[in-house]
């Protein structure tokens, strides 16, 4: 029997940033400093990077667990973990 994986998604309220966690570890979206570059005009890019709850629990203290987070960020987090991607809503 597969167990099955869930994923919970917190919005830090101060910066407005996305953090999924999957088990004992985060999801957490870190500035990409390399690719800001005068050729792209200093565009802001974030990469996922994984780190273990216990390790990160006092930066993510001030979050808000909530499942209103739009689809599209929900499903690069999924991606990031592995999981299938949501379907949109038919609006």
Do not use: C
């Not at 994923?7 to 004992?24: A, C, L």
């Not at 599209?72 to 379907?87: A, D, Q, S, T, V």
């Amino acid at each position: 029997m597969s167990r099955q994986r869930r994923i919970m998604y917190m919005i830090d309220m101060r910066e407005g940033n996305v953090y999924s966690r999957v088990g004992s570890e985060v999801a957490i979206p870190v500035l990409d400093f390399d690719g800001m570059k005068p050729e792209n005009n200093y565009e802001t890019n974030y990469n996922l990077e994984k780190f273990p709850v216990l390790e990160v629990a006092s930066d993510i203290i001030n979050s808000v667990g909530t499942r209103k987070i739009p689809i599209e960020i929900k499903n690069k987090h999924r991606k990031f973990w592995g999981m299938k991607p949501l379907k949109p809503l038919k609006g």
